[in-house]
Structures are given as structure tokens and as C-alpha cells.
């Protein structure tokens, strides 16, 4: 949106019965341009025709993780038991933040449910989501306690090694904690949570959230099968293999097998499974539709965010009723495009920088 529709929009919420001539007159411009704009304003569905309704925004609301994101890549080789020369960076991180953040620079209203210390990285985390375009209003930050921190180190090319994670504060992110949201949370077209959260909170969330699509990323085969017990209240579920594996207690020996994998998951009441395979591409399944779909990645620069990149694809998606295969492809290419930057999130991140990518390769 213009700086200029935004001034129109905001003297219709003060008038919706305005005319434009007096609209003309309050922004400063000719009634044939006010007609233009309010004519571009209908198209894009932002407002909805006379007395100019604005349209409700719709959003998402993320809930789970926050940290700061420490990462080591060595020159050459890891050394063991040794120092090794290399670089190091931080950056604003956390599961749930991340794929806040992405959906942010693909458009997308986001707000972020999670726990920060009140100390100089909460502030930082804080700064940095909302500079990205993340409403942080929702993020708590608890006194007394410190951010948490993640750790990893890759190799130079740029797999993951080894990780830790300092994650205690999620604890604090409790239903009680929460309560208050709820009126806010009934109103988001979906809720994306990572299983970084307590079983006691997911369990809060599904009981008084029943008409709600939840979008779950199970980040990590410790965590993954947190939830197991909720899989009946899941829209899409995004786990790796190795996390469906581990959910399902069925191991998959080839892609021939995969249908089996995600008829296992349908049973269980998940509506859309999409279960990423890496280099050999993404398979997704809505209990009619099955498929492994691939696309190329022309740059791999750290393969750290490619995931949260898929799964805010994927919600975008679904805020626009985009259908399954289109919405597969499309999270592929975020994932590629999060691929070609050293950082875990690419500013460059946009529709237009996916659609892009989709159109060299002719989807």
C-alpha cells in the first residue's frame, strides 16, 4: 500500500460515508485521483465498495521460540578438540520468531507470542522482530529471566555439525500467561506453533481454540513428538523424515513408501502433511493429492533457515487459499531463497523474489 492510500484509508475509517470530494479536499489532490485510488483499493480488496468498508486484515499469530542465533562456520575443516579459524555471527533467531519474520516479508500481518529476559538481548530480539515488520506487542519479557540462545556450528558446506540450545525460558510461556490473548488468537486465520512450547500449552491452545487451523513445526526428532497427542487438531504438520519417523514409529526406506507415511498421519486426523526431504525435495499429501515435488536450489550459502522459510510460505498459502501443489512449490522456493544467504533469514525474502525463482525453472 502507498503512503497515499494509506492517508485515504485512514480518513475512511473516520467517515466510511465520506465523499470524495471531501476526500479530495482533507488529502490534497484532485476528486479524479481520489477516484482513482479508491478504484485500486477495491480491486486489491482493501476496501469493499460504497460506503468504503475497510476490509478486515487477516493475520496469523506465531507462538514458541525466540533467541538469538549464534553461528560458527570454520574456513576449511572442523578440527577436533581444537580451535578452529572461522567466522562468527549472531543474529535474531528462534523457531517460531523465524517463520514470524519471514511471513512478515512475504506481506503478511504476523503477530509473536513469546518469552524474552529483561535483559539486552530481549531488547535486541524485540527491536530487530519489529524493525522486520513482526507485531511484537504480544512478546513477554519476564523479569529476571535471560533470552534464550542458540548455538550452532556448521561446515564449510554449510550442514549443520552440532547445535545447543538454551530454551529455559520457554517455560514461562504458560497457558495462564495466555488467557488473556484468547480473543485475539479466535480471530487469526491460523496459529503456527513450533514444539518448542509445553504439551501443557498446546493442550491449552487446541481445547479453547477447537475452530482454528494450527499449523505446527515440530523443529527437532527430541521434540517432534510432542505432538503426538494432539496430531487430530493439526491443519499441516512440516516434519522433516527423520521427525516423521519418529512421530509415526514407521521407518520409510524409499520414496516409494511415502503415501504410507502420510496415509499414517491422515488417520490421525492431520488435515495436510508436508514432509521436507532436503535435497530430494518436499513431499505433500492432503489425503487426496500426494506428490514429491523438487526444485533446484541455485546457491547454498547455510541451510539453517530454510525450513522456517517453508513453513511461513506455507501459511502464506493458506491465507490466500492457494492450493496444496501450488503452495508446495511456492514454500520450495522460499526455502531456496533462504539457502542463497549466509544469514537464517534472507531480507531479499518477497512474492516477487519467489516468483521469480519459480519462473526460471517454468512454474
Known sequence: MTKREQQIINAIKSDPLIS???????????????????????AKGIIE????????????????????????????????????????TSSPGGVARNIAENIARLGDKCYLIAAVGDDSRGRQLIELSNSA?????????????????????IDSDSE???????????????????QKQLPLLKQASLLVLDTNISPELMQFLFSNLPNTAFFVDTVSVA?????????????????NLIEAEKISGIKIDHPGQLPELADWFHGKGV????????EQGLFYSDGQQQKLVKLQALEI????????????????????????????YFALAAANCALATKATINPELSVITIQKLLDRVGL
Open 20 to 42: 470524495q470530494s471531501q476526500l479530495a479536499e482533507i488529502i490534497g489532490i484532485s476528486r479524479s485521483a481520489i477516484a482513482s485510488h479508491i478504484t485500486n483499493l477495491i
Open 49 to 88: 465498495g460504497r460506503g468504503y468498508v475497510v476490509a478486515a486484515q487477516k493475520f496469523c499469530v506465531a507462538i514458541g521460540g525466540a533467541n538469538m542465533d549464534i553461528l560458527g562456520k570454520p574456513d576449511a575443516g572442523i578440527s577436533a578438540n581444537s580451535s578452529t579459524p572461522g567466522s562468527v
Open 133 to 153: 515488520g513482526v507485531d511484537t506487542s504480544l512478546v513477554l519479557s519476564i523479569a529476571g529471566q535471560t533470552t534464550s540462545c542458540y548455538l550452532s556450528i
Open 160 to 178: 549443520m555439525q552440532l547445535a545447543i540450545a538454551d530454551m529455559q525460558i520457554l517455560d514461562k510461556l504458560t497457558p495462564q500467561r495466555l
Open 223 to 239: 521434540k517432534a513428538d510432542k505432538i503426538t497427542p494432539f496430531l487430530q487438531h493439526v491443519h499441516s504438520l512440516k516434519p
Open 271 to 278: 488435515q495436510r502433511i508436508y514432509i521436507s526431504l532436503g
Open 301 to 328: 550459502s547455510n541451510s539453517n533457515g530454510a525450513g522456517d522459510a517453508m513453513m511461513a510460505a506455507l501459511c502464506h498459502c493458506q491465507m490466500r487459499d492457494i492450493d496444496i501443489q501450488e503452495s508446495a
